[in-house]
């Protein structure tokens, strides 16, 4: 049984850095017919795609977040990261992982984990 | 600028309605839509994708369709736990782009 959970700090403070893990059970983050993605949702608003990762390390970010995110991957824990820098109030969301299946029409999200809010504050 | 509309933003139905959520994007793309439903507190899960494909078990009441720039959700008969946000997303150029939302609620 697949599982994904988020890990990291529920406050973070203004202009600091944004540090989360997703550790994966269930499944190696090692696969041709799957990659791994981070989303978030801002309190009482709708989801943004914030990028992903392939097992290459290859990653493909949302461009209007690009400059300040950094995804990577621990093959040695089964556990992908999300870096987001110079954070303000308006990173306050839940950040989501998930798995995302390699599909010829189109990657859906397949698996999530159960979300962690992060707020920006001080 | 790739986008996704849903319409409608919102929806009230009765339980065992027939219920049509469509999403259109700004440019016709290669790949096609998937479906998500969000519940309060829960993250999203995956309903449909490649447009028609249904996940599975998800249940029969959920069909998806369309092509180009328009695609629709339907649930042909409205249960009490369909009662939710209806997200549809789509993928260009290895970017991902999520439609705004639909929530459907108790008429």
């Known amino acids: 049984q697949l599982h994904l959970q988020e890990s990291g700090p529920g406050l973070v403070k203004p202009s600091e850095t944004l540090s989360l893990i997703c550790s994966v059970s269930?499944?190696?983050?090692?696969?041709?017919?799957?990659?791994w993605g981070w989303i978030r949702q801002p309190p009482g608003r709708g989801l943004e795609w914030i990028g992903n990762?392939?097992?290459?390390?290859?990653?493909y970010n949302n461009p209007s977040l690009r400059s300040r995110v950094t995804i990577s991957l621990d093959t040695s824990k089964n556990h992908f990261s999300l870096r987001l820098r110079s954070v303000t109030a308006a990173d306050t969301a839940i950040y989501y992982c998930?798995?995302?299946?390699?599909?010829?029409?189109?990657?859906?999200?397949?698996?999530w984990g159960q979300g962690t809010l992060v707020t920006v504050s001080s | 600028d790739f986008q996704l509309t849903q319409s409608p933003s919102f929806l009230s139905a009765s339980v065992g309605d027939r219920v049509t959520i469509t999403c259109r994007a700004s440019?016709?793309?290669?790949?096609?839509v998937a479906w998500y439903q969000q519940k309060p507190g829960k993250a999203p899960k995956l309903l449909i994708y490649?447009?028609?494909t249904l996940q599975s078990g998800v249940p029969s009441r959920f069909r998806g369709s369309g092509s180009g720039t328009e695609f629709t959700l339907t649930i042909s008969s409205l249960q009490p736990e369909d009662f939710a946000t209806y997200y549809c997303?789509?993928?260009?150029?290895?970017?991902?782009?999520f439609g705004p939302g639909t929530k459907v609620d108790s008429k």
């Open positions: 998930a798995r995302v299946l390699r599909d010829p029409d189109g990657d859906p999200f397949d698996y």
């Open positions: 269930g499944a190696s983050i090692i696969s041709a017919t799957y990659y």
């Open positions: 990762i392939y097992y290459t390390g290859t990653t």
């Open positions: 440019q016709a793309i290669s790949t096609l």
């Open positions: 490649a447009a028609s």
């Open positions: 997303q789509q993928v260009k150029s290895d970017l991902f782009t």
